[in-house]
């Protein structure tokens, strides 16, 4: 089943290659997004911009964890998301980046989560635009590739229409020229990272507000977006992308198996079946390096969301992928669940 689907060829570090991905791309998302989701991804989508989950400059300067930065050449279009506040940290990790091979270093300034505030970083930077255009002017400094940043419209009792144009005009002053926007305030005390997803009320037209008063600005909107019907219209209406979170994860064939033709124009839908079969030979390769076949296959559990035989296609891979001795041959039996033929 191999042979069915045509899979993607790396690509060079092109701006222009990135920009375009940019178009759509997959949220990073902690726990989620690693190289085997990101794999997975690629194979739904030859198109679209795929994000690490975020890798904290900490970690890669002081605790010289480099192995987070491992990934697989088929990923590109892909981006390297940092946490961190340190520039000369940033700088350094954006550096590592760059050298593994990353097309774009893209800043965290959004997430909420207890972890990042008690380091200074994520959505509590909203809060320091100079610091965070000092921050992207060290790491623009250090690697050839762009430099983006991704952030909340504000946090706390910030009002976004004071603070969002500021914010934008500093960073793009420090030589940022590509953002994303999570077009809800973070809330640093009193709602979860969980919360902090759901609760505050979505503002999508002060995003679009800013792209009319940043025109030379590339902006993606990110939040709530849950499907490709929901995101066209903001790229119709003048965005230069949309960041498609959960729902890409959760559903993944509803959202990259259809967004090479309707988002960029190129190509067919994939299959998610001749997908399956790709990965086969994928999860053998990883799991001669080590890997258990259940790291892997928690990210497929989505990618028959909606059709027949998805429930038992799930229910064989949670049960077994675990077990001791798993290996392709329960991902071939999880498939006759949705195609009533072996791989």
Known sequence: MTDQINAPFPRPANANVIRQAARLSVAPMMDWTDRHCRYLHRLLSHEALLYTEMVTAPALVRGGA??????SPQEHPVALQLGGSDPAELAQAAEFGAEAGYDEINLNCGCPSDRVQSGAFGAVLMKSPDLVAECVAAMRAKVDVEVTV??????????????????LERIAAAGCERVTIHARKAWLKGLSPKENR???PLDYEIV??????FPKLHISLNGGVASLDEALPHLERGLDGVMIGRAAYHQPSDILSQADPLVFGTGSATDPVAVVGHMLGYIDDQMAQGARLHQITRHMLGLFAGRPGARNWRRVLSEGASRPGADTR?????LEQVTGIAA
């Open 208 to 213: 679009h507000q800013m792209k009319a008063e």
């Open 198 to 200: 759901d609760i505050p």
């Open 150 to 167: 991704k952030c909340r419209i504000g946090v706390d009792d910030q009002d976004p229409q004071e603070l969002l144009p500021v914010f």
């Open 330 to 334: 329960l991902v071939e039996t999880a």
């Open 66 to 71: 480099l192995h987070l930065l491992d990934h």
